[in-house]
């Protein structure tokens, strides 16, 4: 028998997706932040992140067979992702991980991946690319 996954020990898909939908109402609500998604729904992004965390954590793979290699960096070189953005994204993926009720030790562990992955996205330092100021 396979040990569980971070995935299934935190309560499998269920508990991401409340997460990524709880994360996407904040979205929805800040400005600054929506901008960073063209989108005109965001259940499109909402689809991307869950595939990609279920993927992550130990789930099923199906950001990879549908998108190819995550690439994050790579994918997010297109937006103008600065240091206020990564705080308001992870002020509402904090907010998410909240209502999640996971045992100290998972909750430390998702919060520290995702406050690492944020850090690591920005690409900008300055508050909008030239074109936007």
């Known amino acids: 028998m396979s040990a569980q996954t971070f995935y299934d020990q935190v309560g499998g ?4 997706a409340r997460l990524v ?3 996407y109402r904040g979205v929805a609500q800040d400005p600054p932040l929506r901008a960073l998604y063209p989108e005109e729904d965001l259940g499109p992004a909402e689809e991307r992140l869950l595939m990609f965390l279920e993927q992550y954590w130990g789930g099923p793979t199906s950001y990879s067979e549908q998108r190819g290699h995550p690439r994050l960096r790579m994918r997010h070189m297109p937006f103008a992702v600065t240091p206020d953005q990564r705080d308001r994204w992870l ?4 907010a998410a991980v909240d209502t999640l009720g996971l045992d100290e030790t998972h909750d430390l562990v998702l919060r520290d991946y995702l406050t690492r992955a944020a850090y690591s ?12 100021r």
């Open 121 to 132: 996205l920005v690409n900008r330092v300055d508050e909008a690319p030239p074109a936007q």
């Open 13 to 16: 898909h269920d508990t991401f």
């Open 21 to 23: 939908h709880e994360f």
């Open 91 to 94: 002020l509402h993926m904090m």
